[in-house]
């Protein structure tokens, strides 16, 4: 049974920081690149990075390249999302999801999702 659990969100003022986690059950978690996600109402559910298996690469959005930063620690079968100097378009529900091979940008290209954490910027 795979299972992804975000955490780690909630509300901030504009130019603070969070820290998302995101934690794997199940199938070897060192197999699957890993990425996140996030949908804001009544928005497409977009990409917002990226790690490889091995976490020697990442990938980002170009909203969210330079104050977002992605990594894993895959002793711990987990994976972070560093999210600094917010602002209110980041407002929007933040998922984690797997998938085998290379990190896509495309949400149909994974198999297993996260149910989900909110985060909200607004002063």
């Known amino acids: 049974q795979v299972q992804l659990v975000e955490s780690g969100g909630g509300l901030v003022q504009p130019g603070g920081s969070l820290r998302l986690s995101c934690a794997a059950s199940g199938r070897t978690f060192s197999d699957f690149a890993m990425g996140w996600f996030r949908q804001a109402p009544g928005k497409e559910r977009e990409f917002v990075a990226g790690?490889?298996?091995?976490?020697?690469?990442?990938y980002y959005a170009d909203s969210v390249k330079g104050r977002f930063t992605i990594s894993r620690d895959n002793g711990k079968n987990t994976v972070y999302l560093q999210m600094n100097s917010l602002k209110p378009e980041d407002t929007a529900v933040y998922y984690c999801?797997?998938?085998?091979?290379?990190?896509?940008?495309?949400?149909?290209?994974?198999?297993?999702w996260g149910q989900g954490t909110q985060v909200t910027v607004s002063s």
């Open positions: 999801a797997r998938k085998l091979g290379a990190v896509h940008r495309s949400a149909g290209n994974y198999d297993y």
């Open positions: 790690i490889s298996w091995s976490g020697a690469s990442s």
